[in-house]
């Protein structure tokens, strides 16, 4: 019997099972997806479809569609690719937008982790050229959502092009309600393989290429399609089209644990709380245990949950999202993040709570006696 309990969906979901046959089935075929004769044609065709179903998920024009390795390129596609010079990015993006470029400018959120649109529309005045902004929809450590409509309405206003990392968000929110400029997406967050991505732009967007050297995905990033893992990505976004709802009960479990949990630990922060949140996401820091100390007595106990963002090498390290929303260094050492996914229920919570106090109840009897 199996007791492990896997708590960390946000940093990966577990591929869907039909997302890996139609992967093998791809993976039998031969050809190449640039190739003009029927072995490539029908390669280019399993690409197309996925493309379209990709497409869906935005409610945009399939050839807007530029695949990529995964998100990370795709952020940096449309930072580095947008021909802007000036760029603002929130202060709680993903390394991978933060880091996208140099010299970009930090747009500030406030404690509930929301970002500061009156501070992102004095800075967007205070300099006359029109920027890039990029402010992702839902934060992937925290779960918290972004007003993006109206971020959106400053942008315009303000002459800017509006990029959104939706990574975190697919499956999960609706995405098509949303006017950006440019989107990026993950196919492994929704139940698809890794190393796949996209970059889905508005219309007439021009994207310069990053990666050069051939023709693919019209002249927008040159490389051999990944046909297999664009087809386990088509596969998992028509999959979470199919299949949208579930959130109500995903956020009643959600509430049952941090309830339960600040029982248990009066004393405990969650983040963000006082925001509109992701279904499933719950940040959570409990004074005086440290995240790296929690992570493993879970581990141990089979329970998987994480620190944060998963793209650190495995380190623990103190959230840059945390203390920009003005966390003390102290607290936000102690955070760990909790994401479930539609097979877990609330007996799991329940026995991360129990592995939690078990912490507790050990780490106060090892503690030193006063002198």
Known sequence: MNNEIYLDHNATAPV????AEAMMAALRQAGNASSIHGFGRRQRQLVETARAEVAALLGA???????TAGGT???????????????????IEHLSV?????????APVTAAGVVDTEGLAGMLAADSE????SVMLANNETGVVQPLDVIAGIVEQAGGLLHSDMVQAAGRLPLDRHAVAMASLSAHKIGGPQGVGALV???NMPVSPIIRGGGQERGRRAGTENVAGIVGFGVAARLVREQAGGNAAMARMRDRMESRLLQAFPDAVIFGADAPRLANTSCIAIPGMRAETQIMALDLAGIAVSAGSA???????TSHVLQAMGAAAEVAQCAIRISFGPGNCDTDSDRLIETLLTLR???????????
Do not use: H, M, W, Y
Request: a positive charge; glycine letters at 10%; hydrophobic letters at 40%.
């Open 201 to 203: 732009l508005g219309r």
């Open 98 to 106: 933060l880091q996208a470029t140099d010299g970009a400018e930090i």
């Open 61 to 67: 024009p399939p050839q807007n569609v530029v695949f």
């Open 16 to 19: 869907r099972e039909a997302v």
């Open 73 to 91: 390129e795709a952020n940096n596609l449309a930072l580095r690719g947008s021909g802007r010079r000036r760029v603002i990015v929130s202060a």
């Open 361 to 371: 109840g050990r780490t106060a009897r090892q503690k030193p006696e006063a002198a």
């Open 130 to 133: 029109p920027a890039l902004v």
């Open 311 to 317: 793209c650190s090498s495995g380190k623990v390290t």
